[in-house]
C-alpha cells in the first residue's frame, strides 16, 4: 500500500505562479520591514494558495509485478559440431532451474536459429525481441543467449536492445577448438563454353597457422588441378567450361588433424556454361523436298553459326564433268573434314551419298572425331541403303545400324518402350494417343544389326531413330528422309521443332538430355532429387546437407517414364549432396559462403563488447567433459550485473494498481476550519 499527496487545481496553473510569486514579494517585504505578524501572515496567504492548489491524500492499492528474465537457445546448425548441443541443453536445465528460484522472477524460454534454408547466419537477438515483445521495459530483468558465440544479428550498441537489463552469453564449445575450410573470393556465375574461367579461392585455417592443406579442383568429378596450400593463402584456378548448363567446379582441402568438422573443407561453384556459337556443318547430298526443313531449324537459331553444302548434281548423272567446275563455290572438304572438323560441334548428312566429293580417308577422319567428342547426325533416305551408302565407308564404325533396303508404304512414327523414357522423345506432343496425333510418314530405311535399341520405330515397328554413343561422342540416325511433312502441316503436321531440337541438343551433350543423370534442384523451400534413368528402377538416394547430415531418400516415379523423383525441406544454406552409389549430385543452397559454416569455431569475442555494455559477461560453460554455469544472482541497485562465479538478474519494482483512495484536505469542515484559522490568527496577531 502506497500514500501520497495529489493536487487538483482549482484554477488555471498560471494562476498558482502569480498567486505564489505575489506571497514571496510580500514575504519579503514583510521581512525586511520587521513588520510584527510577518510570519502569521505569510502562513495564511499560504494555507489559501494551497486551497487554491487543492491538495488531496492518496492511498494506492498495488500488486507486485514479476521481473521477466530471456533465455535464447542457439539451435543453428554449427550447434551440431561436437558436443555443443549435448552442453547447451546440460547448460539450459542449470539455467532456468537457477532462474526459477529466484521469487518474482518470470523465466521465457526460446529456441532461435533453425536453420530454415533462407536466412544466412544465427539470429539470436531478433528471437529476444519477439521473445520480450509483450514485456514492458521497466519489468526485463535481463537475458541469457546459450551459443556458440558465431551469432550474426548483433546490435550495433546497448541502447539498440530496447530495454536496460544485463545480457549475458553462456558459450558451448572447447576453447581449444581448430577448423580448416575453403572461401571463395571471386567465381563467375557464367562462362563461355570452351573458353577459360577463373575461380579465386582461399585455405581459411581458424586455431591454428602455418599449416599446409592438399588442396584439390574438380570439374564435373573429373580431377583437374592440385596444389598445396599454407593457411591464409589466396590462390586461383583456371576452369575450362566443357559444356552447356551447369559445369560444377569443387574445390576441396585435405582434413585439418583435430578439426571441428569437414563439412567446410568443400566448396561448390556452379558456372553455367553459355554456348558463344554452335558451328553446325550441313551437307545435303542432294535438293529435296525437306532439304530446307533442317536449314530453317538451325538458321532460326540466333547462336547457331551454319556451314551448309547442297551436292546439286544428283549421282546417277555421269556426264564426266569434273568436280571443281560444277560447284558455284568450291567445297573446301580438306579445310572442313580434316583441318578445322574439331570446330564443329555438330556435322549433318542429310540424304547423302558417296559422290566422289568426300575422299574415302576424310570418312575416317570423322570416325575419329566422333570417338573424340564429336556429333553426327544422319538424316537418311534412299541414299542410305543404296551402293553408294555412307554405310560402306569407314563411317561405318559409328554407325548404329546396317542399312539393308527401303520399304514405301505409309505409318505412323511410334515411341519405342526406350523412346518413352528417353529424354530426347519423352512427352512428344502427340505420342500418347493411338495412332499418334501427327502426320504420317511414306518412307523408310530397313536396317539390320543394330548396336542398340531404337527410340522410335516405323513400318511394323522396324527402327526409325537411333540414339547412340560411340566413345566420347555421339550419333543419331533419322531412318526416313519424309521428317519434312511434319513441317509442313501435311495431316496436321507433327512436333518437328522439338523432336529436331532436343536431338541436336542431345547430340552436343546437353546435360539436361542425359539418358543418366542425378540431379538436385530448389524449388520454392523444398530441395528435390531428379533421376533420369532408362531403368524400371532407381536405387535410394542419400542426400547430405551442409552440416553433414545425412538421410536416405526412396524416390517414387514422376508420372513421366524415366524420370523419378523425391523432395525433403531445404532448411539449411550450403553445399547439398546426393549419391545413389553411382552417381553424384551437387547444389549450393543460397550464398556461396554461407556464415553459418564461414567460422565455425566457438568464442566469447564477437557477445563481449554487448554483454559488457549492459553489465552482463559472456563467459563459456564447457570445462573439459563437464558443463559449469557461475551462480544467478538477483541484483537492484547496481551497474554491473557479474563477478567471480556470478551473474545477476537485475530485479524491478514494477507493480499493478488495484485501487486508489483520495482524501481531499481543504474540502469540507476541514478546509474551512484551516482557513478560518489562518485568518483569526492574524487577526490575534494583529490585535496585541
Known amino acids: 500500500m502506497n500514500y501520497g499527496i495529489a493536487f487538483t487545481p482549482l484554477v488555471p496553473a498560471i494562476v498558482l505562479w502569480l498567486a505564489l510569486a505575489a506571497i514571496v514579494v510580500i514575504a519579503l517585504v514583510l521581512v525586511l520591514a520587521r513588520a510584527r505578524g510577518a510570519a502569521v501572515r505569510v502562513a495564511a496567504l499560504v494555507l489559501f494558495l494551497l486551497a487554491l492548489a487543492n491538495p488531496s491524500f492518496t492511498r494506492e492499492d498495488r500488486d507486485p509485478l514479476t521481473s521477466v528474465a530471456a533465455v535464447v537457445v542457439d539451435k543453428s546448425p554449427s550447434q551440431n559440431f561436437g558436443n555443443r548441443n549435448r552442453a547447451a541443453a546440460q547448460a539450459q536445465e542449470a539455467l532456468v532451474d537457477g532462474l526459477k528460484k529466484i521469487k518474482g522472477l518470470e523465466v521465457r524460454v526460446v529456441d532461435a536459429g533453425q536453420a530454415d534454408g533462407e536466412t544466412d547466419g544465427t539470429r539470436l537477438f531478433g528471437a529476444l525481441a519477439s521473445a520480450l515483445s509483450d514485456v514492458p521495459v521497466d519489468r526485463v530483468a535481463g537475458a541469457f543467449l546459450i551459443t556458440d558465440g558465431r551469432v550474426h544479428d548483433i546490435p550495433a550498441n546497448a541502447a539498440a536492445l530496447g530495454f536496460q537489463a544485463p545480457v549475458h552469453a553462456l558459450i558451448t564449445g572447447q576453447k581449444d577448438e581448430r577448423d580448416r575450410r575453403i572461401a571463395i573470393t571471386a567465381a563467375p556465375r557464367f562462362g563461355i563454353v570452351g573458353q577459360n574461367q577463373t575461380i579465386t579461392y582461399r585455405l581459411d585455417d581458424q586455431g591454428v597457422s602455418g599449416e599446409r592443406a592438399k588442396v584439390t579442383v574438380r570439374r564435373d568429378g573429373e580431377v583437374i588441378n592440385e596444389r598445396t596450400l599454407s593457411s591464409g593463402q589466396t590462390a586461383s584456378v583456371d576452369v575450362d567450361i566443357k559444356h552447356a548448363g551447369p559445369n560444377i567446379v569443387e574445390i576441396e582441402a585435405s582434413p585439418l588433424e583435430r578439426e571441428l568438422t569437414p563439412v567446410n573443407n568443400r566448396a561448390v561453384v556452379a558456372i553455367d556454361g553459355v554456348r558463344d556459337k554452335l558451328r553446325v556443318l550441313l551437307v545435303s547430298g542432294e535438293p529435296h523436298s525437306g532439304e530446307r526443313t533442317w536449314r530453317n531449324l538451325l538458321k532460326s537459331d540466333a547462336s547457331v553459326d551454319l556451314v551448309h ?39 549433318i548428312f542429310d540424304r547423302y551419298a558417296r559422290q566422289g566429293v568426300l575422299p574415302i580417308a576424310y570418312f575416317d577422319n570423322i570416325a575419329r572425331y566422333v570417338r573424340a567428342g564429336g556429333a553426327v547426325l544422319v538424316s537418311a533416305g534412299p541414299d542410305y541403303a543404296s551402293n553408294t ?50 502426320s504420317r510418314f511414306f518412307r523408310t530405311v530397313d536396317t539390320r544389326n543394330s548396336v542398340n535399341p531404337p527410340v522410335m520405330t516405323g513400318v511394323d515397328g522396324k527402327p526409325l531413330l537411333f540414339l547412340s554413343r560411340f566413345g566420347e561422342g555421339r550419333v543419331a540416325l533419322l531412318l526416313s528422309d519424309h521428317i519434312w511433312l511434319w513441317a509442313r502441316g501435311y495431316e496436321g503436321g507433327g512436333p518437328h521443332l522439338d523432336l529436331l531440337r532436343r536431338m541436336s541438343h542431345w547430340l552436343m551433350k546437353q546435360p539436361d538430355l542425359d539418358e543418366e543423370a542425378l540431379r538436385l534442384q530448389v524449388q520454392g523451400k523444398d530441395l528435390v532429387v531428379v533421376r533420369q534413368t532408362m531403368s524400371d528402377s532407381v536405387q535410394p538416394v542419400s542426400v547430405t546437407s551442409p552440416s553433414g547430415v545425412s538421410r536416405d531418400l526412396t524416390l517414387s516415379s514422376a508420372g513421366d517414364p524415366g524420370e523419378w523423383r523425391a523432395s525433403l525441406p531445404a532448411n539449411e544454406l550450403g553445399l547439398w549432396q546426393a549419391t545413389d552409389g553411382t552417381l553424384k549430385a551437387l547444389i549450393n543452397v543460397g550464398p556461396t559462403n554461407p556464415k553459418e559454416f564461414s567460422e565455425v569455431t566457438s568464442t566469447t569475442e564477437t557477445l563481449k563488447p554487448l554483454t559488457q555494455a549492459t553489465g552482463g559477461n559472456a563467459v563459456r560453460v564447457v570445462d573439459g567433459a563437464s558443463v559449469e554455469l557461475p551462480r544467478i544472482v538477483p541484483v537492484r541497485s547496481v551497474s554491473v550485473f557479474h563477478g567471480d562465479g556470478w551473474m545477476g538478474v537485475r530485479m524491478r519494482d514494477a507493480s499493478v494498481v488495484k485501487g486508489v483512495g483520495v482524501l481531499p484536505i481543504f474540502a469540507g469542515l476541514i478546509g474551512l476550519l484551516l482557513l478560518l484559522g489562518a485568518f483569526a490568527a492574524t487577526w490575534v496577531r494583529e490585535g496585541r
Request: aromatic share 8%.
Open 309 to 347: 553444302f547442297t551436292i546439286l548434281r544428283p549421282p546417277e548423272k555421269q556426264d564426266g564433268t569434273p568436280i571443281n567446275e560444277l560447284s558455284l563455290i568450291a567445297f573446301p572438304t580438306r579445310e572442313l573434314f580434316q583441318q578445322k572438323i574439331n570446330e564443329f560441334q555438330l556435322i
Open 389 to 438: 551408302s555412307i554405310w560402306r565407308t569407314p563411317l561405318d564404325s559409328v554407325l548404329p545400324a546396317e542399312p539393308v533396303g527401303v520399304t514405301e508404304k505409309p505409318f505412323y512414327a511410334h515411341l519405342s518402350d526406350i523412346g518413352k523414357r528417353h529424354p530426347v522423345t519423352r512427352g512428344l506432343e502427340g505420342s500418347a494417343s493411338e495412332p499418334p496425333r501427327w
